[in-house]
């Protein structure tokens, strides 16, 4: 090893090429002069071409070396909890892990990518907690049992493959955490597949972004109880902490976790496109400036809208340009990417038979946002209909009052959408989620996070049956204060041509919640003339089928159990 030592200081006088890593390799990756011994852990390569054309490894241990086995020819089961997925979220999440306290080993495909998280482990002092492997035996190996593994790699084919490689050296009674946005469904049937081997799964949405995830994000696990018995401890640290706990809770069985994610991300999409329909009236019709939009929604942050989101609108719209005069946001281009759990939000509701408007069309409007170049030559088509604009004479000062108002009643139904849809699939699935203990853990680390969050937690423990948030008592007087400035936003907008599809859904909703009767008796008489659909009365019990017009053509086909001749 010396001579190896001397050998390596040599080659770093040379003008030949070197590289440094600090990783633990697996035993096969060891030079001739160290075979027989354990691989050296978290090591110094130094490389350079000879003469020959063979190329030289000189390998030195570092300070900070991992546990070896007495066999000398594997690591020691040491690592508390594992890691596979070293991109954004995974790097961060596996040094937030040894920032707790808890050893952890990491693993990626790509192995430069677990050189770096350990290198930046080490530059920030947790090298002695986060180790890196090479091979999937070798970290295997390396944790203590049972063994618990978070995958945090892209959704489908990559997780599956994943699981594949991990169950070729785990043992019944072993754990697998499936941390990414995932298909529910999907959780379900990997369930079923490793269980039939005796491994524990569970399907754990994570939110929050990168700093959440290095930080402390609100963690949504589900899947096997048995399995959050054994991550408990980890998670309830690693999770973001707020004024009642952490902001984790076992959520429900089965793929209960990924859907209640799916969900958070979808009321993120009804978030995200009721503040920039805020935005856009202020500019477009009240003529604010950037810094006047700034300091409207740095006061909205103050008060009932107090949110993360809010927040960073604020600090958005006071970014200048580094490349030009001006401000930032005023050169993005006005399309808006999505990844899919927006969409699969929206058909869950539908399946579900839950109106979601808000969320659909937050969903449409990022679909609207796509045609760029099919809007810009419609802009040219309709140049004779309302252009919108600054409005003549309006009173600013009363225009963010009333846009303030409109914005909070839109979230309050938002969120109303997203906690029946949890509550129908908690019923359809029996997960029993607890719909308080939901709010409560989104007030810290997540991307929705925000004050209103934990009055809703309140109107759930007040009642546990709660058919909508519309009706809390609390939110119900503030739906009511609110309704005035609302309409006025819709009327406003509508009339000079400044579209409001989420606000005005959310409006349309509360309206259509909040009426005795609905146009709806027409709609099912139109489908009992086309298909003798029956339908019922107010004055009598039953159902009933009328031929509505023999000379026209109604249908006389009735299938309906129950009906009433």
Same mark, same amino acid.
């Given at each position: ?8 200081k040599?080659?770093?006088t /040379?003008s030949?090429?070197?590289?440094e890593v ?7 990756r060891?030079?001739?002069a ?14 350079a071409?000879?003469?020959s054309g063979?190329?030289?490894e000189?390998?030195? !241990? ?10 000398g020819?594997?690591?020691?089961? =040491? ?8 991109a =954004? ?5 596996a ?10 080993? +990491?693993? #990626?495909r790509?192995y430069?990518?677990?050189?770096a998280?350990?290198?930046r ?18 970290f ?6 049972p063994?618990r593994?978070?995958?945090l ?5 990559p997780v599956?493959?994943t %699981? ?23 959780t ?7 269980? !039939? ?8 949405g994570v ?6 995830a ?15 018995s054994?991550?408990?401890? +980890? +998670?309830?640290?690693?999770a ?9 809770m ?7 976790g #990924?859907f ?6 979808g009321?993120?999409?009804g978030?995200?496109?009721? %503040? ?5 009236? &202020?500019?477009?019709?009240?003529g604010? #400036?950037?810094e ?8 909205w942050?103050?008060? @009932? ?6 927040? %960073?609108?604020? %600090?958005?719209?006071?970014?200048k ?8 946001v005023?050169?993005?281009v006005?399309q ?17 038979a839950?109106?979601?408007?808000t ?25 004779t209909c =309302?252009?919108?604009?600054p409005v003549?004479?309006?009173d ?10 409109a914005?909070y ?8 959408q997203?906690?029946?849809?949890i ?8 997960w #029993? ?11 810290g680390?997540c991307i929705?996070?925000a004050q209103? &969050? ?13 058919p909508?948030?519309?009706?809390d008592?609390d ?12 309409r ?10 400044v579209?409001?599809?989420?606000m005005t ?11 005795d009767?609905l146009?709806a ?27 509505w017009? @023999? /000379?026209?053509?109604?249908?006389d086909?009735?299938t309906?159990?129950?009906y009433?001749?």
């Open positions: 090893m010396q001579a190896l030592q001397r050998s390596a040599t080659l770093q /040379t030949q090429r070197v590289r600090a990783v633990v390799p697996s035993a096969p060891a030079t001739a160290v075979s027989g011994r354990a691989a050296a852990p978290l090591v110094q390569t130094v490389s071409p000879l003469a063979r190329r030289v000189a390998r030195a !241990a570092s300070t900070a070396p991992a546990p070896q086995s007495s066999k020819n594997a690591p020691m089961a =040491v690592a508390e909890i594992g890691l596979i997925g070293l =954004v979220m995974g790097q961060n999440m040094l937030n892990v040894a920032d707790k306290g808890f050893p952890i080993s +990491v693993y #990626n790509s430069d990518k677990t050189e998280a350990v290198k482990a080490q530059k920030e002092g947790l090298g002695d907690k986060l180790h890196g492997y090479e091979h999937i035996k070798d295997v190996a390396s944790l203590q049992r063994r593994v978070i995958i790699v892209k959704a489908g084919a599956d493959q %699981i594949d490689q991990l169950c070729e050296f785990m043992e019944p009674g072993d754990i697998i955490i499936d941390g990414g946005n995932e298909w529910y469904e999907n379900e049937k990997r369930m079923a597949k490793v269980g !039939a081997k005796g491994i524990l799964y569970m399907g754990m939110s929050g972004g990168e700093e959440g290095r930080r402390g994000p609100s963690l949504m696990p589900g899947g096997s109880p048995e399995a959050y054994h991550i408990k401890s +980890v +998670v309830e640290k690693v973001a902490q707020v004024d009642d706990g952490p902001c984790v076992y959520i429900g069985g089965g793929g209960a #990924n209640v994610k799916m969900v958070h991300n009321i993120e999409y978030d995200m496109q009721l %503040i920039s329909e805020a935005y856009d009236v &202020l500019k477009t019709l009240g604010l #400036n950037n006047e939009l700034a300091a409207v929604f740095k006061e942050n103050d008060a @009932e809208l107090k949110s993360f989101l809010v927040e %960073i609108t604020s %600090i958005i719209m006071n970014k340009d580094d490349q030009g005069p001006g401000y930032l005023d050169k993005i006005d808006t990417g999505s990844k899919g759990t927006g969409k699969w939000t929206v058909q869950q509701a539908a399946e579900l839950v109106a979601a408007p969320m659909a069309s937050a969903l449409d409007a990022r679909y609207m946002s796509a045609l760029k170049s099919e809007r810009v030559a419609a802009s040219k088509v309709f140049s =309302v252009t919108p604009g003549a004479g309006v600013k000062a009363q225009l963010i009052k009333d846009v303030r108002a914005l009643a839109s979230k309050i139904c938002s969120y109303a997203g906690m029946n849809i509550k129908a699939k908690s019923i359809e699935k029996k #029993n989620v607890d719909l308080g203990g939901l709010a409560r853990i989104w007030k680390g929705i996070r209103f &969050l934990d009055r809703i937690r309140v109107a759930y423990e007040r009642n546990p049956e709660l909508s948030l519309l009706v008592p939110f119900a007087k503030e739906l009511t204060a609110a309704e005035a400035s609302w006025r936003v819709a009327a406003l907008s509508i009339t000079h041509g579209p409001i599809p989420s859904s959310s409006l349309g909703y509360f309206d259509t919640y909040r009426r009767r146009p008796n027409l709609v099912q008489a139109q489908r009992d003339f086309f298909g003798s659909h029956t339908y019922q009365r107010f004055d009598k019990e039953g159902w009933y089928h009328t031929v017009d @023999e /000379t026209f053509g109604s249908a086909s009735i309906t159990s129950g009433v001749v």
